[in-house]
């Protein structure tokens, strides 16, 4: 029964993760010349990537608990941040090519979703090729936020899945 739970957990986590790729590679970026629908664009920008980081922390908070969830609870919890944290790179990617694609000039070497993807993850795992790299100061200031993000988010969640999924190989 608990092996029918997981696959099904796993499935639905996959799907949601494969949902926001195709949502991240279809969603219209143009520019706009319309200020107020620009600016609307960039507010519910910044909200989403408010409302994924309270998100990921509330899933952190709840991993760094004493009592931590164990069992079913404990498979939801991880695989609720492994998704939030897949949607954070992608939302970071998507604010990445918007602003490439609405000031030109903004970043070196971006001019694709692919490029924008390759970006934010190398931004948020603290790679850093620097084939592609923030010029303008709006892209700095984006790439700041994702550094931030990066290290008080994303890494204490990815250290928590690992280390939890690690603990539980051991348990198992």
Request: glycine letters at 8%; a positive charge; aromatic letters at 6%.
């Amino acid at each position: 029964m608990a092996d029918v739970f997981l696959r099904r957990l796993r499935r639905r986590a996959v799907a949601a993760c494969a949902l926001m790729l195709v949502g991240y590679f279809l969603v219209p970026v143009e520019a706009d010349p319309n200020g107020l629908r620009l600016a609307l664009r960039s507010i519910g920008t910044a909200a989403l990537v408010a409302v994924i980081a309270f998100l990921v922390t509330g899933q952190v908070r709840r991993q760094l608990v004493q009592d931590q969830p164990t069992g079913r609870d404990e498979d939801r919890a991880l695989t609720r941040l492994a998704v939030a944290l897949i949607a954070g790179l992608l939302v970071f990617a998507l604010g990445d090519y918007v602003v490439a694609n609405t000031r030109p000039g903004e970043f070196v070497g971006l001019r694709t979703r692919v490029d924008a993807l390759y970006f934010a993850l190398a931004t948020l795992t603290t790679v850093g090729y620097g084939d592609v790299h923030a010029q303008g100061q709006i892209a700095r200031v984006a790439v700041c936020a994702q550094m931030v993000f990066s290290i008080g988010v994303v890494a204490t969640g990815a250290s928590i899945v690992i280390k939890q999924m690690t603990r539980r190989s051991g348990r198992r």
